[in-house]
């Protein structure tokens, strides 16, 4: 149901543009911490027959669970322990130290069920068929001029402003920001359909020197088949057969599983892109709107939600008043994010081309790579580090101790599971028993190791460590919590 603006300018803290998955989970994010939120979408309502992404990766997964989400969301589609690709190399996820071992095959739109319910209930105001059509902003505010759902005009001013909006971003296009790249591979297809001959259960890549095909069991009797042809590269608006995709299929890996009763078709391209400046001002990119990349490894909508779980908390600190450095906690988003998005254009991209090699040098210089990555732990580990999430840290300043912005894992406390704690979008303190916590200027859950450890700890809301001590001094942990802000890093871009 579409939500009628009102008559009068409206005025909220934060507006969101685009309703996918990042933009959903920062609404929800925001309007949980008492955030004044609206989001608009230029869709009407979604449904529930396409979807692009597929794959939850562990570190989604994590972030979710300090949201009271992830089990909801596992119910909904298939947990796989390993991946495969171009046959010789085989990926064990088991071997993640994560409550989330796994990568999480559940369609896109069921992950965006969950966020937008979330949302709605948090109290974020929904607006579909809105489109904005430009911006302008100053020193105290944006101001969002849309067109309405009848064709009419109006403006909504907000604080800070979101562009999660996709690869052709509205919001990125009003900023005049480049969004320099190329596209890597066109012509992609890709079909959700049924077998008549069950496939193995892993996801599956390999490719056939002209070709290359993916296959990804959905848990219910569907399947995602994408695949590629070098010879055969028509425009993305051409019309697609199944009888395309089965002789892809066959070509790469030797049977098309007697795939029959299509749900749906199509045909895309992949770009490899990226914004220069995550924030300008007092408007911030997100998700595909910030970078885009190939769907190899299932990278994209994990990245953008990581994103949003990024920006959320710095923005709610920032507009209520919980942080003595305002403009530093909002460059330090660009700061940990770019880099990040970054690596993932040269995994993602990486996969690929080794997926589309199709000279004999080639394709042996794929399948050695593959031997040693199979036979290499530590390099295989790094790999299974990188595509799900759990191996990502952001800078730390110089000096800090070792944990300083790496990832927290889901530590069992006196209090209970650090992912519990993280619920309430509050810092965690974690010290040793019978320590005081200091006055924080921010929200703080304090609690205890189970054992005998002297190591204090403060997690932010994202679940990272903001700072770390192998003795818990109480100056130095006051400070910590005044500071509450990583510093801006020297690519932080000019505002």
């Known amino acids: 149901m579409t939500t009628n603006p009102s008559t009068t300018p409206e005025t909220v803290d934060v507006l969101v543009v685009g309703a996918g998955p990042t933009g959903l989970l920062l609404a929800g994010d925001l309007a949980a911490q008492g955030v004044s939120v609206t989001l608009v979408e230029r869709r009407p309502q979604r449904t529930n027959n396409m979807t692009r992404a597929f794959a939850v990766h562990a570190r989604t997964l994590e972030l979710l669970d300090n949201r009271g989400l992830a089990d909801e969301l596992i119910k909904t589609g298939t947990p796989i322990t390993s991946l495969r690709f171009f046959g010789a190399l085989s990926i064990d996820l088991s071997r993640l130290r994560t409550r989330f071992p796994f990568v999480l095959i559940t369609p896109q739109y069921e992950v965006e069920h969950l966020l937008e319910r979330r949302a709605r209930a948090a109290g974020v105001r929904f607006r579909y068929e809105t489109e904005l059509t430009g911006l302008h902003q100053d020193a105290e505010a944006v101001t969002a001029e849309l067109r309405e759902p009848d064709g009419g005009r109006s403006t909504l001013t907000a604080r800070y402003l979101v562009g999660t909006d996709g690869m052709r971003s509205p919001v990125r296009h009003a900023l005049g920001l480049p969004f320099p790249g190329k596209s890597v591979i066109r012509s992609i297809v890709l079909a959700d359909v049924r077998f008549a ?141 770019h880099p990040v998005g970054t690596r993932v254009l040269r995994s993602s991209g990486a996969i690929v081309r080794l997926a589309m090699a199709h000279t004999p040098l080639q394709r042996a210089v794929r399948t050695a790579a593959s031997k040693m990555l199979a036979g290499l732990r530590p390099a295989s580990d790094k790999l ?58 921010a929200p703080l859950v304090h609690a205890h190791w189970q054992g005998e450890r002297d190591t204090a700890l403060l997690v932010r809301p994202d679940g990272y460590i903001a700072w770390a001590s192998d003795h818990a001094d109480p100056e130095a942990l006051r400070s910590a919590l005044t500071r509450s802000a990583p510093p801006a890093t020297a690519n932080t871009p000019a505002r």
């Open 197 to 337: 001959e069950e496939p193995t259960s892993v996801l599956t890549v390999s490719g056939g020197g002209d070709t290359f095909a993916f296959i990804v069991p959905f848990g219910d009797g569907w399947y995602r088949v994408m695949g590629w042809d070098r010879t055969h590269q028509p425009a993305d608006s051409d019309p697609v057969e199944l009888d395309e995709i089965r002789d892809i299929a066959r070509r790469s890996l030797g049977t098309d599983y007697g795939m029959h009763d299509a749900r749906w078709i199509s045909r895309f391209h992949s770009d490899e892109r990226q914004v220069p400046a995550y924030r300008t001002g007092r408007v911030f990119l997100a998700g595909d709107a910030a970078h885009v990349h190939s769907p190899a490894g299932g990278q994209g909508m994990n990245t953008g939600l990581q994103d949003a779980a990024n920006l959320s908390w710095k923005l709610a600190a920032v507009l209520r008043g919980h942080t003595a450095a305002p403009e530093a906690l909002l460059d330090s988003y660009h700061a940990e994010r």
């Open 384 to 441: 299974i580090g990188m595509v799900s999430g759990i191996s990502i840290a952001y800078p730390a300043p110089r000096g800090a101790h070792p944990l300083t912005s790496k990832r927290a894992p889901d530590l069992s406390l006196r209090e209970g599971r650090l992912h519990q704690l993280l619920r309430d979008g509050a810092f965690v303190l974690v010290t040793p028993a019978g320590a005081t916590a200091p006055v924080s200027p």
